[in-house]
C-alpha cells in the first residue's frame, strides 16, 4: 500500500507547482468541445438552480450544506461523469466520490474575498476553470512580523487559472491560507507560480503583447468540487 501511495504522489509531482508541496496545476484538463458541453449544461439548468450574491452567482448542486453534515441530492449525469474524472486525475486525494459541486459565475469586475472553506469540507478542493483566465491569490492566515521574504516559511502567492484547467489543493495550501480572486477587471499574471511558456504565448496573444496583465473581459466560470465528510438522510438527524 505504501508503495502504491507513492506512486500516485510521484505521478502527481509533475503537476506540483510552487514552493507550497500541496498545490498542483493541470493545464488542459478537458477538450474545448467539453467545455462547450459543460457551459451549455450549467446554462440549461433549471432558472431556480441559481442563487444571486453581492458580487456573483452560484449554483449548488449535491445537497445543502449544513454545519453538521450534508443533506444530499444525486449529481445529474453530466456533473457525476466530470467528478469521477477528476477523482481519478487526483490519484486518491478524495477520500470518497465528490458529493458536492459549487459553480460560480463571475463577470469581468467580479471576485471572491480571500476565505477559506468551512469546517464540513474534506481539506481538498478541486477546481475546474471554464472561459475567462484569472488569477487566484494565496495569503496565510497571519503573516510573520518580519518583511524579510527569506525569513517567510508561509509566503503569499498567486496561481494563474487559464480556461479549461483544473486546480487541485490540500494540506497546508487548505488549511493555512486563505484563497481569493480580487474584485476588478484586471490581474496581474506574471508573478503566478504555474505560469508556463506555452499559457504566457496564449495570454500574450489574448493581451496583444501586454507581459503582465490580464483584462478580464467575459465571463468566467468554474466548478468547486468537494467532499462533505458527513452525509445525514433525514433532516431530523441533524437536531
Known amino acids: 500500500m505504501e508503495g502504491e501511495d ?9 503537476f506540483m ?39 456573483r452567482r452560484l449554483q449548488n448542486w449535491g445537497g445543502v450544506v ?8 444525486d449529481l445529474p449525469p453530466w456533473l457525476t461523469n466530470m467528478t469521477l474524472r477528476i477523482s481519478k486525475a487526483s490519484m486518491g486525494f478524495f477520500p470518497c466520490a465528490i458529493n458536492h459541486v459549487l459553480i460560480n459565475e463571475y463577470l469581468p469586475d467580479q471576485g471572491i474575498m480571500p476565505h477559506q472553506d468551512g469546517p464540513a469540507y474534506f481539506p481538498v478542493v478541486a477546481i475546474l476553470s471554464l472561459e475567462s483566465p484569472v488569477v487566484m ?34 494540506d497546508q495550501a487548505y488549511s493555512d491560507y486563505l484563497h481569493g480572486i480580487k474584485d476588478c477587471e484586471v490581474h496581474h499574471f506574471k508573478e503566478s507560480v504555474n505560469l508556463t511558456d506555452r499559457d504566457l504565448k496564449r495570454l500574450l496573444e489574448r493581451e496583444e503583447g501586454n507581459a503582465t496583465e490580464i ?13 462533505v465528510s458527513k452525509v445525514y438522510k433525514n433532516l431530523f438527524k441533524l437536531k
Open 6 to 14: 507513492d506512486n500516485k504522489n510521484m505521478m502527481m509531482s509533475k
Open 17 to 55: 507547482v510552487g514552493s507550497i508541496p500541496s498545490v498542483y496545476y493541470i493545464p488542459d484538463f478537458i477538450t474545448e468541445q467539453e467545455q462547450v458541453q459543460l457551459l451549455d449544461n450549467i446554462t440549461h439548468a433549471p432558472i431556480a438552480k441559481w442563487k444571486s450574491l453581492k458580487n
Open 66 to 73: 449544513h454545519e453538521k453534515g450534508l443533506l444530499p441530492q
Open 137 to 170: 491569490d494565496f495569503t496565510p492566515h497571519s503573516l510573520p512580523s518580519s518583511s524579510s521574504s527569506n525569513n517567510n516559511n508561509t509566503p503569499s502567492f498567486s496561481v494563474l487559472l487559464m480556461p479549461r484547467s483544473l486546480l487541485i489543493f490540500k
Open 215 to 227: 483584462h478580464r473581459s467575459t465571463k468566467r466560470i468554474s466548478l468547486t468540487c468537494r467532499v
